[in-house]
T-cell receptor, first 115, second 113 residues
Framework: AQSVAQPEDQVNVAEGNPLTVKCTYS??????LFWYVQYPNRGLQFLLKYITGDNLVKGSYGFEAEFNKSQTSFHLKKPSALVSDSALYFC?????????????FGAGTRLAVHP | NAGVTQTPKFQVLKTGQSMTLQCAQD?????MSWYRQDPGMGLRLIHY???????DQGEVPNGYNVSRSTTEDFPLRLLSAAPSQTSVYFCASSATMDSYGYTFGSGTRLTVV
C-alpha cells in the first residue's frame, strides 16, 4: 500500500531563515506527491504537486518541494520563512488501491516560525 | 465566494443520536469526498462520489452514509453517533477524480458525548 511519513511532529524556525518540512514516501509505481497546508480553523489548501518532470516543483506562497527518487523523499522548502507560514503541513500520495484514486495523507507537521 | 461550504461548524451529539453534515460546492466539480481528521493520524477518507448518483466507500466508512442527488451537494449522515466519531470532518471537491488540487471546506468539529 502507498504511504507517506512525516518524521517530525513540529519544526521550529526563525523568521527569515530557510525552512524544510520532511516527507518520505513508499509507493509501487510512479509516485504522485502533494503538499497541503492547514491554517488554524480552516480546511486544507493545496500547495503543490509532483506528477512527472522536473524534480524541483514550485508552488504557492513561495514554497517549493524537491522530489528525490533515490531517497524516496519529497521535502517541502522555502528560502526565507515568514511568521505567517506557521501552520500544519500535510504531505500526501496518490493511492489507486481498491479501484479508485484517493489521497493518502501523512500525520502532519506543525511549522512554527518565530519572530 | 466560490468554494466548498460546510455546515454546521460545530456540533455536540449524544451517543446514539443521528445527524447530517452538509457539504455544498458551487464549482461544478464532479468529485466530492469526506475525510475525518484525528490528531496524529492525518486525514482518512470516509466516502467519495465521482458524480451525481454515484458514491462509494473510502477507508473508514462504517457508521456513515452518503448520497449525491445533485452535483452541488454531498451530505454525510451519521446513523447512530458514537464517541469514536468525535473528530473534525472535512468535505473536499475537485473537477475530476484525477484532479488532485482538492478544494476543502472549513470543516465541522463534531463531539459525541
Amino acid at each position: 500500500a502507498q504511504s507517506v511519513a512525516q518524521p517530525e511532529d513540529q519544526v521550529n524556525v526563525a523568521e527569515g531563515n530557510p525552512l524544510t518540512v520532511k516527507c518520505t514516501y513508499s509507493v509501487s509505481g510512479n509516485p504522485y506527491l502533494f503538499w497541503y497546508v492547514q491554517y488554524p480553523n480552516r480546511g486544507l489548501q493545496f500547495l503543490l504537486k509532483y506528477i512527472t518532470g522536473d524534480n524541483l516543483v514550485k508552488g504557492s506562497y513561495g514554497f517549493e518541494a524537491e522530489f528525490n527518487k533515490s531517497q524516496t523523499s519529497f521535502h517541502l522548502k522555502k528560502p526565507s520563512a515568514l511568521v505567517s507560514d506557521s501552520a500544519l503541513y500535510f504531505c500526501a500520495v496518490r493511492d489507486e488501491a481498491g479501484g479508485y484514486n484517493k489521497l493518502i495523507f501523512g500525520a502532519g507537521t506543525r511549522l512554527a516560525v518565530h519572530p | 465566494n466560490a468554494g466548498v461550504t460546510q455546515t454546521p461548524k460545530f456540533q455536540v451529539l449524544k451517543t446514539g443520536q443521528s445527524m447530517t453534515l452538509q457539504c455544498a460546492q458551487d464549482m461544478n466539480h464532479e468529485y466530492m469526498s469526506w475525510y475525518r481528521q484525528d490528531p496524529g493520524m492525518g486525514l482518512r477518507l470516509i466516502h467519495y462520489s465521482v458524480g451525481a448518483g454515484i458514491t462509494d466507500q473510502g477507508e473508514v466508512p462504517n457508521g456513515y452514509n452518503v448520497s449525491r442527488s445533485t452535483t452541488e451537494d454531498f451530505p454525510l449522515r451519521l446513523l447512530s453517533a458514537a464517541p469514536s466519531q468525535t473528530s473534525v470532518y472535512f468535505c473536499a471537491s475537485s473537477a475530476t477524480m484525477d484532479s488532485y488540487g482538492y478544494t476543502f471546506g472549513s470543516g465541522t468539529r463534531l463531539t459525541v458525548v
